[in-house]
């Protein structure tokens, strides 16, 4: 079959591999898409526990090809969304309870092929049914059940006042999961326009059109709201941005670090501020337990997805959709058709 | 002014009565619209810590008439939404935290002169500015507030799957309320047909109707979903559905009991299954402090009050208005407007 | 090696059996000790969903005899502590994170072969390094990882008041886990003087002799503390006594189901009381996933065991053992040594 | 009667000014001791809002002199622990049930007269009958209060492994408490031997002897850990150790920022790391409803105090036990008696 190769960083190529078999409770999976997404970009670079050689693609729906030994949940000619994510179980990590942080954690598209190829191998209870929804919609499962698993670690106080900046596909979501997850308001601040008309369609109570100047956001979002917002989410990865949240952030509230900021950036904070105003801070990670709900989601129609793939193209554009990704300015979710 | 006042018991009539003043840190408000809720049929009966000679009305709206001293965040003439419950702050109970079992728990309505009259008299900090709020709209901030604090005991889980038993004024708010509070489905039970259609309207993902046979419903339910709900709540406040709600619950999902039961009815419940499924139950009761959130959900849209009033009364009609709710079938608030 | 084995419900015998062998993933483990429960009476009889033929024992600690491939954390010849339960990892509830509620449940000793036999067998990553722990003190690592659950489903409030029912062994390491677990004052209740004696000398602030009448335990406690106590525990797996438990329980408390009561037993609770008073109730069974915690709680000499373990038998006085257990006044933990 | 009294910052001294009078619903004090700490050492410069003229001491016990109209629940002669802060209930942060932020938040000692005189005014809801503990343990109610609600913020998953950098007062005050409030192993850093030995004393697991230079502390404890604690805890309010504390933090552990660091100090911390390690930062400020629970916790005996006093000084000699306390490396808790 043909697949998407890293065999070191910044250097790939479409190959023809061996299609992989399913062993017992395994399921092998014809990829129908394949959702692109900054974490891509960084593992171009070979960052974010890469290991080569490496088969992109972390964001998977397609038809399932063949079912190993005692597959009983999916079967053959179904379509599924697949969750790359496994935790083992057995480590002192995962037997604390702790699975998100196994020792062995298990990544397709980052430390296991993923699904920028004809076909992927994945655990069996990876997949889940998902015929009832198209496969653009089944796609955004994966990035959606990392926002399910974001707002469980936030656990939103109901009617709570929210400013999210970042309006990309992971903005966008998240920004939907709390405005239908208990938010009593939501704002949503990001650079660009079309960006922002998405979320006001998708329910936003309140957008801002900001720059990449952090300190003229941060001045913007204070005169708007001088007591600060309850919630302060950053989604769009820059330390610029993260820095000056604390300050946008209302007594007694809470930064949530959703975004994934260059390893080596660092934020200048006042601890004196965390103290007398009683602020929390709080990181969210990936995923390992949400997709069924996520699915949920998609379903209810409340989280919408209407609008937010852009661009599509065949295996064989992969190095296109990367730049689109990276410099397009129109693009917000860039997908691939390995059928294509 | 004019007032409704019962000397006891089921003895009431429309009355006049010394239009009260405003003393320091109080307002007096000239009542636009005044709800009428379940609770106003126990207040009838002199149930519900009622305390008498008694004004009823706890879910009011109003121009405000009079300012207190020091009274400064409302103004003469400004529309406002009354919040009937207030707490002392110094009892040993108010001391630890726990202001809504204030051991001089004051509520307009309940045991202090309420709504249902030409002007009430507020503490100040519990009248707020509600003029850009219809008045229909603004007369549901105090039993959306209710529900309001109901999310905040449940504290769902983002995703949950969710059954709502009751389509009443307040089945149909807090149902909203879980809808865009996090739920990943909600189902609504109950048995009048127009009142689920205005559920579906209002966003739930599939509703149900039964009868008031419980253990009929337990069945339909139990087909419908043979694994159970994640949160099963009561807003019917029928002992018959409370005690079919834990066989409804999912392994380790929660009971919910908002609806408010007979004093003396019981439940038959098994500790086994509570212990063997760790299943929770969890109670609500009022609220007191949940105002300005119930107000800006009000102001977002999330939650719609568009069908919910169904009649209006002027006050001399109280007794008419008391038999609508008792009785008619196709009512759901019906308020009472002093001003007519 | 030598086992004891139960053909069906009420028949057992000490046989010889195959030794296990540790397959990959997996160690056997020579039995030094195992205790018996109160669950062990029920699986006698056949019930909580004991599978036969069945070698019981579920709280074990031994020494490593064999490794399988791929285990590195533990080697031949280490004394371990056995947490018999594990959840498979791949079924939907373990993909959705409940891995307690695994519907692929494993728990040695009530649906697979336990400790009451030479050796056992069990996953690698279920047995901990117990070297340090007089393998006394290691045996009662499971049922204090039981316990370290129900801390976490029960959630404390620092500073709460708490009453315990029941001073049976799993009453004293709960109430010890609550004292030293953030409660303000710990009240104890029981029949048996001297389990009452061994809660003081583990430091209850207060210890209350009761009889088996549960109406009677209820006037006694609620004449002690007529407002009620923040929480209260049920650790006698008695229905009687949880059903006087909400009206001992504060305004806004908690009522703890952690007994085992029969499967047929019911309570009969008033659901406005719950609604009016905001009672929880929340149930607590096992664990899977609190081994490490429990062995640190023993390490730290905060939970205590001394005095715990009043019966020690060898293999083939089992059925005395378990008369012990149902009939002795006299007992608390009562052993097998394998050994011996 | 005589009171310290600021006229500005750095400015004070003993004058006679009228004994206060208690109006309805207020008592008048006998102070039989008031506790000095860091806070003092602020306020003497004028910070955190300090308002001149001051009359400091937050930390009071005494006698009622005095009740006024209203008062039931203490009566003259008897002893009593005094709560320095109080919320207004009535502005719009009291309104949403934040009272720890009230906007008219007064705190005896801070922005009102205060311990160190011989009477102080106090609103009687804030005075705690202590007649059963010596005056010499109740002055330590409104330092251990501050540490309960550090506690209820902190809401520690029992058994973490918790380290708490810092043995001062309130360091070996909030230790204990977390000692008792579930941790399953505590390690406490500081500088000074005397009080790591206290610490031991009380019950500390682990006690490690660092200097002031916080990245030898890091590199000590990071030795001692490599993977970190659950939970790390600056008790010291220097900077420098709150910047180092993320990097002695397990993946998905909780720095809990309890410490008072200057104003204008900042911290430089890596948003990555928060987002791919998922930590929790969490600030803790002061306290408005934890009395009862401190108390409670003082007469469990379970949270000590013997040997925390180390100096004691007459009204006079305030300038003294301010330079004890700022100086004096033997000093812990020390006193001022307005009765010397
Ligand atoms: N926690 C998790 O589990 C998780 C899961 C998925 C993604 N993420 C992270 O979430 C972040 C967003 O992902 P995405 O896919 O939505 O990325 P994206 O498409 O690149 O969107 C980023 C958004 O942030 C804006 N932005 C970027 N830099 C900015 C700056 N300096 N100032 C103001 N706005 C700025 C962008 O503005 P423009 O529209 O003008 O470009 C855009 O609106 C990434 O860091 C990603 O790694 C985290
Ligand atoms: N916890 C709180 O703070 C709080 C606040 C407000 C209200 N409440 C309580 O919430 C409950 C609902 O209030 P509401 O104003 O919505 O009352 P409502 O208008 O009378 O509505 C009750 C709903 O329950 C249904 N119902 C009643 N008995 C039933 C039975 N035996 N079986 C099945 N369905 C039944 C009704 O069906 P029909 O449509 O056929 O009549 C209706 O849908 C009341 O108990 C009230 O006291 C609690
Ligand atoms: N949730 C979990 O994960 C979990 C884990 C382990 C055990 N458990 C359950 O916890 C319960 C206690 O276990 P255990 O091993 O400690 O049992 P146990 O040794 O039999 O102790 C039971 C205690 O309750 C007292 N008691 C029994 N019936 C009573 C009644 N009707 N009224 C008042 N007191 C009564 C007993 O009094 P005497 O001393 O006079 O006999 C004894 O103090 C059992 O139901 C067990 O199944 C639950
Ligand atoms: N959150 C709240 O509600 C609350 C309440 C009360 C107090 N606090 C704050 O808690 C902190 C401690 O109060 P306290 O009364 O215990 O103060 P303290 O008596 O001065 O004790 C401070 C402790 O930290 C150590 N320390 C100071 N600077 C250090 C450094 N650079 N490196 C390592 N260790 C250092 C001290 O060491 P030595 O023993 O060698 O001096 C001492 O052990 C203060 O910041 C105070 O403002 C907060
Ligand atoms: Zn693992
Ligand atoms: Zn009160
Ligand atoms: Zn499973
Ligand atoms: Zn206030």
Not at 194 to 219: N, P, S
């Amino acid at each position: 079959m043909r697949a998407l190769v890293y065999d070191e960083p910044r250097s790939f190529a479409v190959r023809d591999v061996p299609r992989p078999v399913a062993g017992p409770g395994e399921v092998v999976v014809d990829v129908d898409l394949a959702g692109l997404c900054g974490t891509d970009l960084h593992l171009h670079e070979g960052g974010f526990f890469a290991s080569f050689p490496l088969t992109p693609g972390h964001e998977s729906t397609g038809t399932v090809r063949e079912v190993g030994v005692g597959v009983g949940h999916v079967e053959v000619g179904q379509r599924v969304a697949v969750d790359n994510a496994s935790a083992c179980g057995r480590c002192p990590t995962c037997s604390r309870g702790d699975h998100l942080y196994c020792e062995d954690f298990r990544s397709l598209g980052v430390n296991a092929p993923g699904g920028f190829a004809e076909s992927l191998l994945s655990p069996a209870h990876k997949v889940y049914p998902a015929q009832d929804l198209p496969p653009e919609v089944a796609v955004l499962a994966e990035p959606l059940a990392c926002a399910v698993h974001g707002a469980d670690v936030l656990a939103l106080r109901p009617g709570a006042d929210v400013l999210v900046v970042g309006a990309g596909t992971t903005g966008l979501l998240l920004a939907q999961l709390l405005l239908h997850g208990g938010a009593g308001r939501v704002t949503v601040a990001a650079p660009t326009a079309f960006k922002l008309d998405l979320a006001r369609t998708y329910g936003a109570d309140r957008v801002v059109q900001v720059t990449r100047d952090a300190a003229a956001t941060a001045a913007t979002l204070h005169d708007l709201q001088p007591g600060g917002f309850d919630v302060t989410v950053d989604v769009t990865g820059a330390a610029s941005v993260v820095e000056v949240l604390p300050g946008l952030t209302a007594t007694n509230g809470t930064v949530f670090v959703y975004g994934m900021c260059d390893e080596d950036a660092r934020v200048s904070w006042s601890p004196y501020d965390v103290f007398r105003r009683q602020l929390t801070v709080k990181g969210s990670f990936a995923q390992v337990d949400c997709m069924d709900r996520a699915l949920a989601l998609l379903r209810s129609g409340r989280v919408r997805t209407d609008g937010l793939v852009t661009h599509r193209y065949p295996l064989s554009a992969y190095g296109e959709a990367l730049e689109t990704l990276r410099t397009d300015p129109t693009s917000l979710k860039v997908l691939l058709d390995p059928t294509a």
